[in-house]
């Protein structure tokens, strides 16, 4: 298991190379604006619910708590990154 330290550099990495996209395809597309504001903020959101998340882990149930943390982190850029791409 990778330290909390780690998977806080593995989340802010992810969100911000999507953040990149949409400010890139933001750029590009100006009439797309209003399109990209709401993906943004809610990657903002997203960044900081789950760093707020891997700080405050239960004891006894860890291994549990890094696998659904994991798989809701990467259900969740999964749909926002096809989200973005679709615009």
């Known amino acids: 298991m990778a330290s909390r330290k ?3 550099k593995s989340i802010k990495r992810i969100t911000g ?5 949409c400010v890139v395809l933001n750029a ?3 009439n797309a ?5 709401p993906l943004m903020a809610e ?3 997203l960044h900081t619910d789950y760093v707020s998340r891997l700080s ?3 004891k006894g149930s860890e291994r ?7 798989q809701d982190f990467t259900t969740s850029i ?8 679709s615009i």
């Not at 549990?64 to 994991?70: A, E, G």
């Open 64 to 70: 549990l708590f890094f696998k659904r943390l994991h």
């Open 78 to 85: 999964n749909d926002l990154a096809e989200r973005i791409v």
């Open 6 to 8: 780690q998977l806080k």
């Open 33 to 37: 604006a209003d399109k990209y504001q």
């Open 17 to 21: 190379e999507l953040m990149t996209d």
């Open 28 to 30: 590009c597309t100006p």
């Open 56 to 58: 405050h882990v239960e």
């Open 43 to 45: 990657l903002l959101q």
